[in-house]
């Protein structure tokens, strides 16, 4: 158990640049997600922390040893990868046992026949079985122990990834998206295993996925990645409230962040069409900006009343809550979260209004980056 | 009433109909499948058949005479001491170059992957002695390796006197007499006559069988390598695996079962089948020292048109071949595919 700090990490493959100076300081215990489109970089963090590739310049911290240049053995991590990498012609028992065999026998007590004879290793021997037992116990594979990675469903396979992993007690877990394989129903399954043997190892877990729902539901912290740059690193709750560049706040949340374009005044009030949203005053005075509504901060209101005049295009029902997909008068388009009963009222090729929320509104400059926003309480 | 009738008898011709149908269907199908079937056992099948009944006679080509033998063809190849030292040089020659070329095979594979452009012209050198024509580069190697004029015993001759001698000599090691080594007991008498001295003539053909079939062993290798995944090695080196015996041992070898097994029954088969090289080299000689099976029946067979005898080497050495290929696919190949 340790923290990691990743300090400056550049890297590029040939001419093309995939990390920019990204800099992280993880906990001791903490459950980080890097999290980004695919291309943004993430893989390539975890594999420069693991050892698995080295970096342009930066420096890498595990617990309070520098580990840039010890071989990825050496830094006392574990990682479960995305394909699990199990060694297909061994059995679940000897894949869990590989990590200690190769640590805690010698050259030659690892020699098939040869290796029996040699001192000390009927006790190692033991003392890998009794390990290898908790670890299979504590993830219920038990039964499996016998069999061969093949024959072993995707879910089985992903716990002995994980059991190899955890049978060594390593400073910090990497996982790389290893939940990707995995069908939907039983990957929100083992998003809450693992958070549950997060909480029970009380050990430093950095965790790469696309998923933004992934991040969200398992994260301490959540960090943003996105060409090669970090853009936030902040607890799940604050990325979604409180995005810092346009970009975070159009990658998390499902569906996606309203942005509209949008005028302020001399006085920082702004314009949105002809509607001006109350109590919202900008930092940016007198410029073209930029509005993000979250779908639930927008409800529609019947024709004609106070709002944006739109028309609705097509909605989606999904039982609890309803999507309403609607068009401005502007062409530009936005989705509204409501309960399922406005179904009742608003459906596709209607008109209606669209009420922005003013105090769930978020105000972005041009290039993306988020306005300093002054939100007035209106009765 | 009448109605029912007939619509019974409908009913029962309709059901006529479809087995009729479904009976042409079946003698269509084994129609279509006839020619592939009859050529199969005309070209394939039958002469087999027909060595195996052959074996147990003296028939000869021309001779209208035919006796039964039973089985005295095979008791003179079991018991006599010429035919002997056929089965003899046979299996010699597989158990030396199966192994070796594979070895080399497989070396030079890994040598390969793990160089970067070079590799291609290494992959294309190596390649070199399975694209020409075996009989061809025998000839080669017959000039070679001719005692007095051939550049191997030539070059060997430059050697004698100077440091290469005191070399190859190995008198620099303690526990050597340089004087009684035999590169300078060659040196002082004389060079070996290689496929024409007895001692040396296997040893010969095995290296010439070895240099040609072990660029082929490495290509297969290679592909071989391009299937295991780069995940596999990365996960060893996070399991703590640190030499290259280790990662050989955990990741590679196991890997390779599948292109293993391949490569053991394509070598071995090949080599049973060893001629070209015999039959340009050495006839079988000195001594019967090269007398390999496929030799031999080529020279029962078809040099002194004994087809009875030399169809009963035939149908041993089908037997060997045979006794590859079913341990290959019943005892092996289980062990390696882990899926």
Redesign the interface.
Known sequence: MASVTIQNIDKSFGTVKVLNGVSIDIEDGEFIVLVGPSGCGKSTLLRIIAGLENQNSGSIKIGNNIVDNLHASLRDIAMVFQSYALYPHLSVAENISVPLRMRRLNFLQRFPIIGRFIPGSKAAKASIKKDVDEVTEMLGIEELLHRKPGQLSGGQRQRVAVGRAMVRHPQAFLMDEPLSNLDAERRVHMRAEIAELHRRLESTFIYVTHDQAEAMTMADRVAVMMDGDLLQVDTPRNVYANPVDIRVAEFIGSPKINILSAQSNDTGDVNVGDMVLAGVKSAAKNSKIQVGVRPEAVTLEPKNSAGIPCHIVHHENLGSEAYFHVELNSGERVISRMDASAIDQFSTGHDASVMLHSNNVLLFDNDGQRIVTHNEVVM | MIEKVTKTVDTLNQAAGLKRAENRAKWVSYLFCFPAVSLMFIILLVPIFVAGVLSFTDYSLGNPDLNWLGSKNYEVIFGRSSYQKMIWATVTYVVVVVPISIGLGLGAAMLINSVGRIGELYKTIYFLPVMAALLAMALVWDLALHPTVGIVNQTLRLGCGTWIEGLFSFGWLPWVDGAQSWYSTSCADEFPLWIGDRDYAMPTICFIGIWQAFGFNMVLYLAGLTGV?R??Y?????????NTW?QF???TW??L?PTTIFVVTITSINSFKVFDTVEALTWGGPAKSTYVMMYAIFEKAVKENLVGFGSAITIVFLFFVLLITFTQRFLVEKR?H??
């Open positions: 995944p995940e596999l990365h996960a060893a080196a996070i399991d703590g695996v640190t280790d041992r955990l990741v196991p890997m079962g390696v882990y899926s």
